[in-house]
T-cell receptor, first 110, second 121 residues
Framework: GQNIDQPTEMTATEGAIVQINCTYQ??????LFWYQQHAGEAPTFLSY????GLEEKGRFSSFLSRSKGYSYLLLKELQMKDSASYLC???????????FGAGTTVTVRA | DTEVTQTPKHLVMGMTNKKSLKCEQH?????MYWYKQKAKKPPELMFV???????INESVPSRFSPECPNSSLLNLHLHALQPEDSALYLC????????????????????FGPGTRLTVL
């Protein structure tokens, strides 16, 4: 199984940078996903890491360290529309199931 | 077409009713999923279908009955639900129910539908 931990809430100012950390303990690892979920809407895929290092995609970057069981999602040049919940999800290498963290609610203030 | 659609968007039902949730995708995905999400909680996996066959049932009560009529459609039949079953029900699909594909050509990420907000009275 998976044990996934991420902060409950974060607040930042428009134009700033926010880093959302995710730690996990897993019996088998086959990749880590970050999803964005606006209130009442479906989660949408943001990024995927399976090897150590940084993946950059526009204003969003995600980092993975498998030895530390650690990932972060970096949101740059924050915009009001980035206010949402950000879910860290780990895929199991044996049954390929996704286990989600509880999500981090990011509030962007003007 | 790169989306997963779900109907209805909202559903209110009594504990004696029988209803169905529907999910559809036309991305050629061969894996489809049902998740349940309570407010301020993460999605919890209920069922996985792979190539139209049920491959994972996360010990879901029998009052929830999934069905995959073909590779594009996924249903969830509901009968004799309890008020605690009220939640957002999310459908998702992915290319296959596997890890990332060889050569990194696909992350095999799951695409989620907008969900059905279910209220059981």
């Amino acid at each position: 199984g998976q044990n996934i931990d991420q902060p409950t809430e974060m607040t930042a100012t428009e134009g700033a940078i926010v880093q959302i950390n995710c730690t996990y303990q897993t019996s088998g690892f086959n990749g880590l996903f970050w999803y964005q979920q606006h209130a009442g809407e479906a989660p949408t895929f943001l990024s995927y890491n399976v090897l150590d290092g940084l993946e950059e995609k526009g204003r969003f970057s995600s980092f993975l360290s498998r030895s530390k069981g650690y990932s972060y999602l970096l949101l740059k040049e924050l915009q009001m529309k980035d206010s949402a919940s950000y879910l860290c999800a780990v895929r199991d290498k044996d049954d390929y199931k996704l286990s989600f963290g509880a999500g981090t609610t990011v509030t962007v203030r003007a | 077409d790169t989306e997963v659609t779900q109907t209805p968007k909202h559903l209110v039902m009594g504990m004696t009713n029988k209803k169905s949730l529907k999910c559809e995708q036309h991305m050629g995905h061969r894996a489809m999923y049902w998740y349940k999400q309570k407010a301020k909680k993460p999605p919890e996996l209920m069922f996985v279908y792979s190539y139209e066959k049920l491959s994972i049932n996360e010990s879901v009560p029998s009052r929830f009955s999934p069905e995959c009529p073909n590779s594009s459609l996924l249903n969830l039949h509901l009968h004799a639900l309890q008020p605690e079953d009220s939640a957002l029900y999310l459908c998702a699909s992915s290319l296959q129910h596997l890890g990332g594909l060889a050569g990194g050509s696909s992350y095999n990420e799951q695409f989620f539908g907008p969900g059905t907000r279910l209220t059981v009275l």
